[in-house]
């Protein structure tokens, strides 16, 4: 592990991104989702995508130069086109256009359509609280989950991110996948050669199984079977069709609304990326005085952590406290990244001639 | 089990509430709440609360009397205070608020404080797709649930409802506890004297248990610790902290809202009922053409039902199917009741002098 210092490494980033084909504002906004999500601690939507960020713009999924188009508007929403654009920007876009529709009605709301990538869904969510609104971002995937009772690929991990404001916090972040683990999580198991729990997927056959590497190799395959298991598990005992059914909540918001494709189809047009997003603002005065509304919701994290622990434990975390210690740590002593993703970013500097950041020192 | 013909069954619970101290339309939109969810195969909100609505009367949570206030209001929104009256006549009101708002700008908004319980949660989100409105509804409840590393009950049970309009199905309705499973299957077990399986709750030490005798018994008690485990189980191997992040949303969307009370202190304030909700309803024309919207929603709903089934099942479901068969069942057949409830009534009928339905004779 190499820490870099971050302002650093979001310079060096975007020069990348701009050499890979990115103009230099959609570098801009990547580099930073990219750079955060490493110093937030969740290197699987870090700086190590864009290896695959550049295979996919020379497969043709993502489409640096397209603009994202308006094709549908009140005042309090818009849909947008992204057409295979680049997800960060159209995301951002998107975010702010909520934001500005909520600063005049009260509520804002974007639904998008041929999408890509967008990175951790926190970061569009956590626009929304610094301007006293509620935030929601949500977005389909390809698809890598079974449905209770399916055994086809249909729904993708389709996140969840709600940032609620709250007083010296600033927010409840909570950024879910609404599959049991990430995506990223199983390939990261693969790579390190580990069994995973049960209860994250199932093989072909429907069975449940630990065995990551095989499940790495499905989920490249051409089969159709076989996938991730949606939170709660397989079957009803533990409550898997509720993940099921966040999840399908999840497909319907960001694609039914945005007449685009849902998780299913979603790399299989022939066309270029079709993910769709749905994001929300949601002002505080709706509902009262900004300030109270946010104490009060502080008050109620605080008493959750203040709480007795379980046996062993010696802290109650609250959603999105663990990422904030882990940025500020970052921002300290510099953005972690580990050994495979810096050679990339090495092998990166020696191609395009780029002077490499260094690295701080820290642990 | 005994079937009674729906009518008959919604009028004679309506006699059974006014008698009790509903006044009469509050009475009905209290039977007519109750009789569908024993229609839908959802008993645990279905006519065996009305013993325990009785006993909240004596004791002074329930108000019958009670007039619902709005405290606050914008074009968009409204905060209603319950005076700790009927959850079912406040929820009906607080959804019709948001379709009219709706109505009149594209979205409503609805927090609530000082209610009660409600009933199911998706009966009120069901109300938006008539009006091709997407619909929302959250309540918190009593405090049963432990939070991730934590030994005390402090959530709810903290239902989310989701209806999305969905062409000939009407629509598409997720209605989950954001805990493992709801309360009332823990009570349930525990009559039948069955085990539990492990990851429904953990005892006051916090160890796994499946004891539903035992565990009825310490949600009765005067003891904070131990309680039913969040969506995804104990730990984060599973995914607990999610359903803990949901539990929360839910919290804070109800209470901190509202300016009303958090689960943990939903009955504890030595005055009436302090139950929390938030409804929110979004119309469809704020993303396009409504009857576009719904077929693509449909479309993606009939092709999860049309996918390979795992092994040994036949059928795959999509939220709010099997309730609807359930009810158009009860609506041909009769509506069924358990013994004990068919007692219940039975007795009230003595109490009362009322005539009691008649069974169907189905099965």
Chains 1, 2 share one sequence.
Request: with cysteine.
């Amino acid at each position: 592990m190499i820490r870099i210092e971050y302002e650093d490494l979001l310079a060096y980033a975007e020069q990348v991104l701009e050499h890979i084909g990115y103009p230099s504002g959609k570098a801009r906004i990547t580099s930073w989702a990219l750079v955060e999500a490493d110093a937030r601690g969740v290197p699987s939507h870090g700086l190590q995508r864009v290896v695959d960020y550049e295979k996919y713009i020379k497969e043709g999924l993502f489409r640096p130069e397209a603009s994202t188009e308006t094709v549908y508007e009140t005042g309090l929403s818009a849909v947008l086109d992204g057409n295979s654009g680049i997800g960060m920007d159209i995301a951002s876009k998107a975010m702010r256009i909520c934001l500005g529709k909520a600063s005049e009605t009260g509520a804002g709301f974007c639904s998008v359509r041929n999408s890509n990538h967008f990175g951790m869904a926190g970061l569009w969510a956590e626009m929304a609280p610094p301007e006293n609104c509620v935030g929601i971002a949500m977005t389909n995937t390809e698809p890598f989950a079974i449905v209770t009772h399916g055994r086809e690929r249909l729904l993708g991990t389709n996140p969840i991110a709600v940032a609620f404001p709250a007083g010296r916090d600033g927010c409840f972040l909570l950024d879910m996948a609404t599959t049991t683990v990430p995506h990223g999580k199983i390939e990261t198991y693969a790579r390190r050669n580990l069994e995973m729990p049960p209860g994250w997927a199932v093989d072909d056959k429907g069975a449940d199984t630990t065995d990551s590497a095989a499940m790495s190799e499905l989920f490249k395959s051409s089969s159709p079977f076989g996938g991730q298991l949606m939170l709660g598990g397989r079957g009803e005992i533990l409550g898997g069709h509720k993940g099921y059914g966040l999840g399908l909540m999840v497909e319907l918001f960001c694609s039914a609304l945005s007449g685009g494709t849902w998780s299913r189809h979603v790399f299989s047009s022939g066309y270029g990326g079709a993910i769709t997003h749905f994001f929300a603002a949601l002002r505080l005065d709706l509902f009262g005085e900004p300030s109270k509304i946010s104490e009060l919701a502080q008050s109620i994290l605080d008493e959750i952590r203040a709480s007795e622990k379980a046996e062993g434990q010696d802290r109650i975390f609250v959603h999105g406290e663990k990422e904030r210690m882990r940025r500020m740590k970052s921002l300290e002593k510099g953005v972690p990244l580990d050994e495979k993703t810096w050679e990339e970013m090495v092998l990166y500097s020696q191609r395009f001639k780029l002077d490499l950041p260094v690295s701080t020192g820290g642990k």
